[in-house]
């Protein structure tokens, strides 16, 4: 790991442990992958384990790594075979598992997570309901305070995820926030998460390589 890299990741480490995140930094995705299922996973040894919208948790094949384990009850919101009402009631269902797993818009330097959702499912269980999360993020992710990490998911984040999502919205055409009315748009539910509370249940995994939006 370059020294930039390593002083940045390891300050951004330092402060989300003072607001009682569990922190890590892993080398790159596959080392972020043996850490999940080396450490983390052992440790947490969840009965139910589901996860929230997140292109860096498909894009490191950690869900395709876990969705099919036989040692805990998995609820795949992810399921491509599924109708639309049932995997919006696995959503629900999701919120009370013992570990989920999802990515961030942003976390910034003095140790906060921020979100923004469509349907909240994510940001939910990020706030309460599942007993542990872990959140893994790209270096591309870290900003220096709650103002870039607002302009950062309305710059980049929300317009790619509709890209992605083939939505109909202006950022769709424009690549920029129009602060829409679209009912497809994806921009409804923000969380500042800035501590973990109970202290612990968070788990953040900094990942030193460019990953999701």
Same mark, same amino acid.
């Given at each position: 790991? @370059?020294?930039?890299?390593? *002083?940045? #990741?390891?300050?951004?480490?330092?402060?989300?442990?003072?607001?009682?995140?569990?922190?890590?930094?892993?080398? @790159?995705?596959?080392?972020?992958?043996?850490?999940?299922?080396? #450490?983390?996973?052992?440790?947490?040894?969840?009965? =139910?384990?589901?996860?929230?919208?997140?292109? *860096?948790?498909? =894009?490191?094949?950690?869900?395709? /790594?876990? !969705?099919? &384990?036989?040692?805990?009850?998995?609820?795949?919101?992810?399921?491509?075979?599924?109708?639309?009402?049932?995997?919006?009631?696995? &959503?629900?269902?999701?919120?009370?598992?013992?570990?989920?797993?999802?990515?961030?818009?942003?976390?910034?330097? @003095?140790?906060?997570?921020?979100?923004?959702?469509? $349907?909240?499912?994510?940001?939910?269980?990020?706030?309460?309901?599942?007993?542990?999360? %872990?959140?893994?993020?790209?270096?591309?992710? $870290? %900003? =220096?305070?709650?103002?870039?990490?607002?302009?950062?998911? !309305?710059?980049?984040?929300?317009?790619?995820?509709?890209?992605?999502?083939?939505? !109909?919205?202006?950022?769709?055409?424009?690549?920029?926030?129009? @602060?829409?009315?679209?009912?497809?748009?994806?921009?409804?539910?923000? *969380? $500042?998460?800035? !501590? =973990?509370?109970?202290?612990? /249940?968070? *788990?953040?995994? #900094?990942?030193?390589?460019? #990953?999701?939006?």
């Amino acid at each position: 790991m @370059d020294r930039f890299w390593f *002083t940045r #990741l390891a300050l951004v480490k330092a402060a989300l442990e003072g607001n009682g995140f569990i922190a890590h930094i892993a080398e @790159d995705g596959d080392a972020a992958c043996r850490l999940m299922e080396d #450490l983390i996973l052992p440790a947490a040894a969840p009965a =139910s384990m589901s996860w929230g919208g997140s292109t *860096t948790v498909v =894009s490191l094949g950690l869900y395709n /790594r876990l !969705k099919d &384990r036989q040692d805990v009850q998995i609820i795949d919101t992810f399921d491509k075979t599924a109708s639309r009402e049932e995997i919006l009631e696995r &959503r629900r269902h999701a919120l009370l598992v013992d570990l989920f797993i999802t990515g961030s818009n942003a976390v910034t330097e @003095d140790g906060s997570l921020v979100n923004l959702d469509m $349907i909240g499912n994510r940001v939910a269980a990020l706030a309460y309901g599942p007993r542990q999360v %872990v959140v893994l993020v790209g270096r591309n992710k $870290i %900003v =220096s305070g709650l103002s870039q990490a607002m302009e950062r998911i !309305k710059t980049i984040a929300a317009p790619a995820n509709t890209m992605r999502l083939d939505k !109909k919205t202006p950022c769709a055409v424009t690549g920029r926030c129009q @602060d829409c009315k679209s009912q497809d748009r994806i921009c409804n539910v923000w *969380t $500042i998460t800035e !501590k =973990s509370f109970p202290k612990g /249940r968070i *788990t953040v995994v #900094l990942i030193n390589q460019e #990953l999701g939006f």
